[in-house]
Structures are given as structure tokens and as C-alpha cells.
């Protein structure tokens, strides 16, 4: 994968999300500890993800990334609309500023992520050269 210019700012995103994630682990954990799993392993892999997009990603690194910030966001919206999980008797979650910025954040790592991923077109139409 070519050097995208993009990249370390997605680095830098992924390292303030983690930042946020870690610094509101505490309080998660000892409130809700399922929760608060779900946030810690969330902190370590856009910790591992920014790592890695600092020092050049493969294909595999950004899916991935594209992946884990999607399931963030959704489980995010799913908690502050509906609680997470029913059965478990989560009553919905508040929202909170630093819940909101890395809402924030991953939303932007998505779409900076997204663009990543894609190949430009070459001169014939087809995707990238091989």
C-alpha cells in the first residue's frame, strides 16, 4: 500500500481516542465492569491501530480498523438509545462529553479510514495495478 499522506493524522486520532477511552476506563469499569471491558479493549486496540498506522499499515490494518471504529460507533449509539444488553438489565447510558468526543473522533478516524482503503483507479478503469 502506498504511503497515504492521511495517515498520520489518523494516527493522531486513534491516539486521542485512546487517550479519551483510558482516561474514562476507571469509572466505567467500576460502575459497569462489562462495560467497562468493552472500553479498555477498545483503548488497546486504537492503541495498537495508531501504531501501526504511524508505521505504515498494510490493507489488513485499515479493514480492520474500519471495522473495530464501525462496532464502536454502533455499540456507542446502541447503548445511549436502547441499553446494551437488554437481558443483562443495562438501563440506557448517559451521554457524556468524553463519551461524545470519542464519538467524535471515531467518526473521523472512519472516514479517514475509508478513504485510506481505497485504491485509486488506474488508467484503464480497473482498480489499481496489480
Given amino acids: 500500500m502506498k504511503r497515504n499522506p492521511g495517515m498520520p493524522v489518523a494516527a493522531a486520532l486513534a491516539f486521542a481516542s485512546e487517550l479519551v477511552l483510558l482516561w474514562t ?16 479493549l ?11 498506522l504511524l508505521f505504515g499499515p498494510g490493507r489488513w490494518a ?20 436502547w441499553g446494551f444488553p437488554p ?10 462529553p468524553p463519551g461524545l468526543a470519542v464519538v467524535a473522533v ?17 488508467k484503464h478503469g480497473r482498480r489499481g495495478a496489480r
Fill in 106 to 122: 471515531g467518526a473521523a478516524l472512519l472516514v479517514l479510514l475509508l478513504g485510506a482503503g481505497r485504491r485509486p483507479k488506474g
Fill in 87 to 96: 437481558l443483562l438489565g443495562f438501563s440506557r447510558l448517559p451521554v457524556e
Fill in 42 to 52: 477498545a483503548a488497546v486496540f486504537q492503541g495498537l491501530l495508531a501504531a501501526s
Fill in 25 to 40: 476506563l476507571p469509572g466505567e469499569f467500576a460502575a459497569r465492569p462489562l462495560s467497562g471491558s468493552f472500553v479498555f
Fill in 62 to 81: 485499515v479493514r480492520l480498523g474500519v471495522l473495530v471504529n464501525a462496532a464502536i460507533l454502533l455499540v456507542w449509539g446502541m447503548t445511549r438509545l
